[in-house]
């Protein structure tokens, strides 16, 4: 997926007013879930996105711990100035949406199997 339409479908999912603040929901988001993934997964999940945030999702730092959903968005909110839990609730759904559709089906399965339970959500509705 080519970075412009990446980032348009961002834009449009989150409603956001400028390119700049699709951009910054997508690299706060994209590094807090590399955080989360590991092996094979996230190296394909990696491979399916722009090179800007393939990098993004491979060089974060390791989480101590998983975080459960609502924690996620509670750092995402932290990492986004201004933001309050429900604007990076919106942020975590407008990227993860266009994430999970870069990933298809088979490839969210696995990667949903790696996080805590309740991602799913974030994510939107997922196939069964």
Do not use: C
């Amino acid at each position: 997926m080519r970075w412009e339409a990446f980032l348009d479908e961002v834009r449009e999912r989150g409603e956001y007013a400028s390119e700049q603040e699709a951009e910054r929901a997508a690299r706060v988001v994209l590094g807090l879930l590399g955080a989360h993934l590991v092996g094979e997964e996230r190296t394909e999940l990696a491979a399916r996105l722009p090179e800007t945030y393939a990098l993004i999702l491979l060089n974060p730092l390791q989480a101590a711990e998983p975080l459960s959903p609502e924690r996620f968005v509670r750092a995402t909110a932290a990492w986004i100035d201004g933001a309050t839990e429900q604007t990076a609730k919106w942020d975590v759904g407008a990227v993860l949406s266009v994430t999970a559709d870069a990933a298809g089906d088979d490839l969210m399965r696995r990667l949903l199997l790696q996080l805590p339970p309740g991602y799913d959500l974030l994510f939107g509705p997922q196939p069964t």
